[in-house]
């Protein structure tokens, strides 16, 4: 249970973190590292929570702006990466590079929680 509410709250923070403020993009780092500084599950898990809920949310809201421009955009962009012109592709690494950064901030609370 915690694991889900971990997903969603990251999400969420991270969501709300970035339509209503001026940070920069990587602010979701921030509230990755919050939700499990404050959430106590082991490392693993607080890395996978982090990283699927930012993957999650990156993916869907990529998939709405792209799909609102037909995929004008994204299908010319990789095209110039070394994507063979695959939308799906740069969609999925947008949401991969995301998870990633999310799923560090997130195993680097649950290790400040373990040492304290």
């Known amino acids: 249970m915690k694991f889900i509410v971990s997903i969603l709250l990251t999400a969420l923070l991270a969501f709300v973190a970035g339509l209503f ?4 993009w ?3 780092a921030i509230s990755s590292f919050v939700v499990s500084a ?3 599950q082991s490392p693993g898990k607080s890395f996978l ?6 993957f999650l949310l990156w993916v869907i809201l990529a ?4 799909a609102a421009n ?5 299908t010319k962009v990789s095209q110039i990466l070394p994507l063979g012109g695959s939308y799906i ?4 690494i947008t949401g991969i590079i995301g998870g990633l950064i999310s799923g560090f901030a997130a195993l680097t609370g649950a290790y400040l ?4």
Request: no cysteine.
């Open 89 to 92: 592709m740069l969609i999925l």
């Open 26 to 28: 990587w602010v979701f």
């Open 63 to 66: 998939i709405i702006k792209d």
């Open 49 to 54: 929570s982090g990283f699927l809920g930012l």
């Open 21 to 24: 403020t001026q940070f920069p």
């Open 70 to 74: 037909e995929h004008i955009l994204s």
């Open 113 to 116: 929680k373990k040492s304290s």
């Open 38 to 40: 404050l959430i106590t």
